[in-house]
């Protein structure tokens, strides 16, 4: 596969020499077959992705979004290179590729970075930014708004044949979201969102995000959804996050932008619980029964507390 991206590179007219196999690769694996970091002739560095083809369509529409964002001045994403006659996407030996430009980031110190109060800061300035250069994307870019609660019904159907044990421990949480959320779930304004903003979706500096990455779940989504991703995996990452620096800047941070409705900050606490059952799938996939136990203690903490945390957010 590596010498099958050395030769896809020329593609895009580079001319790569080397595989930099040294280099970490940051974001999911799973959003592609093979992909490996290239270095040209001239020093450049370039991601090269072996994606499958059934995921060719959504690649390419995301590939579209970012262009736009891109153009319309939205710094920290790094659009996928054209090949000299304009596409983004090529095939090659019965192998689809992309490439875009390699971003060095450092590690996170995991979990004290949880407490990076200017990191908080960071990554609500983007969500403001990206709702600026997102507000006039065509409609031929947008997507069909998403609920997440359609979600979870299925979700719950599927537990209730297969986990029957799961279901009966979750019933006090989809009970406690029939009746704080569902109720406003269709009236939230919605908005362009990334879809998974979470740190390790993000490639970091020392001061700052370079690069955010993996826009598999971009689209049109209730408008606090990235919030509520984002102080969610917070949560998980640990639970005195919900209160601490990073969290309670990034609140503020949006608080002061002004980009999300009243009733948007009442209902993040309902918003973050529903969203954790996208993770609590995931798990049920894996067959991990730690995980599974752990996001279901973690859903319980987040109802027990939700008002103590909308009080401390939300003023």
Not at 107 to 121: C, E, Q, T
């Amino acid at each position: 596969m590596e010498v099958a991206a050395i030769r896809a590179a020329a593609e895009w007219g580079l001319d790569a020499v080397s595989i930099r196999g040294d280099l970490a690769i940051c974001g999911s694996p799973q959003r592609s077959e093979f992909r490996c970091v290239v270095e040209c002739a001239d020093r450049r560095l370039v991601l090269l992705e072996n994606i499958r083809g059934q995921d060719r369509r959504n690649k390419q529409a995301i590939i579209d979004r970012l262009d736009f964002l891109d153009h319309q001045g939205l710094s920290s994403i790094h659009p996928c290179i054209r090949t000299p006659d304009g596409r983004h996407i090529i095939r090659m030996e019965g192998r689809f590729w992309q490439a875009s430009p390699y971003v060095q980031g450092i590690p996170l110190d995991r979990p004290g970075y949880a407490f990076d109060g200017w990191r908080g800061v960071a990554m609500a300035d983007f969500l403001v930014n990206l709702r600026k250069a997102s507000k006039n994307l065509p409609n031929g870019l947008s997507t069909l708004p998403f609920s997440i609660l359609g979600y979870i019904d299925g979700l719950i159907g599927q537990i209730k044949i297969r986990e029957p044990g799961l279901a009966e421990k979750l019933a006090p949480i989809t009970a406690y979201l029939q009746q704080r959320l569902a109720g406003v779930h269709g009236l939230l304004p919605v908005a362009f969102c990334h879809g998974d903003y979470h740190p390790l979706n993000m490639i970091w500096s020392e001061t700052a995000i370079p690069g955010v990455i993996d826009w598999e779940f971009s689209g049109t989504k209730p408008e606090n959804y990235d919030a509520a991703t984002l102080v969610g995996c917070m949560g998980m990452e640990t639970p005195d996050a919900l209160t601490g620096p990073l969290v309670t800047e990034f609140v503020r941070t949006l608080q002061a932008a002004q980009v999300l409705s009243g009733t948007s900050w009442r209902v993040l606490v309902g918003m973050i619980i529903a969203i954790r059952f996208g993770w609590l799938s995931e798990w049920l996939r894996n067959r991990d029964a730690e995980m599974i136990e752990l996001e279901t203690v973690y859903m319980h903490l987040l109802k027990d507390h939700a008002d103590d945390l909308i009080a401390l957010w939300y003023c």
